[in-house]
């Protein structure tokens, strides 16, 4: 289980200080799938970043399976043994493979070909990233993201850049990947993708203004 307890993030402004997330509580079971929305600004990708451990809050406790967090050597350890991330703009090498961007996550040439089968991207694997279209970089990055054995995926505007019919398939690949027992938390502009998960939680001004279940 991952719980946030009065979790704050904020900056300093020159004399000012601006609260990105503020007093966000929030309790999430392994196996959910979350999606996040909310207008630009209102703390969305902060939020995943803090649960990432890829940036960490200014005040608040965060536990991850009942373990609180806080130190640099604890969020290391989320991002390489419990929390994968994709980035809105994939976040890959542009002049390196395919293959070789899955072997950056971790040195392991086996489950990356299994990988690139499961995404059908292995006919490309030894293509640069550089040359990929937009649907086939963003398989890499969530078979990249699988390369280790993460209990949760998380998501920052996975389709944004994507056509239709890449969309839908990233969507299939999400729902799937869930099915299969991993925890999936996404932040989404796109009303139609946020309907394929089972609880949308609303951010506005760094605050929850809504946590529903999406029957």
Excluded: W
Aim: proline letters at 0%.
């Amino acid at each position: 289980m991952i719980n946030l307890n009065l979790i704050t993030k904020s900056v300093k402004i020159r004399n000012n200080i601006r609260y990105i997330l503020n007093n966000i509580s929030l309790d999430i079971e392994f196996g959910e799938y979350i999606a996040i929305v909310g207008k630009s600004g209102a703390g969305k990708s902060t939020l995943l970043n803090i649960l990432s451990g890829i940036d960490k809050q200014t005040y608040g406790d965060y536990f991850f399976n009942q373990q609180k967090i806080t130190t640099s050597k604890q969020r290391n350890e989320l991002i390489r043994n419990e929390c994968s991330m994709i980035m809105q703009n994939f976040a890959l090498v542009e002049n390196m493979t395919v293959m070789q961007n899955l072997l950056l996550r971790k040195k392991d040439k086996v489950r990356a070909e299994s990988l690139l089968q499961q995404f059908e991207i292995d006919s490309i694997k030894n293509q640069k990233i550089k040359n990929c279209s937009g649907g086939e970089k963003q398989r890499t990055a969530i078979a990249r993201a699988l390369m280790s054995d993460c209990r949760v995926l998380l998501a920052d505007e996975p389709t944004g850049a994507l056509d239709s019919d890449s969309s839908k398939q990233i969507r299939e690949i999400l729902k799937q990947l869930n099915d299969n027992g991993i925890t999936i938390i996404l932040v989404t502009h796109d009303y139609e993708f946020s309907l394929d998960a089972k609880r949308i939680i609303t951010l506005q001004d760094g605050h929850i203004v809504s946590d529903e279940l999406n029957h």
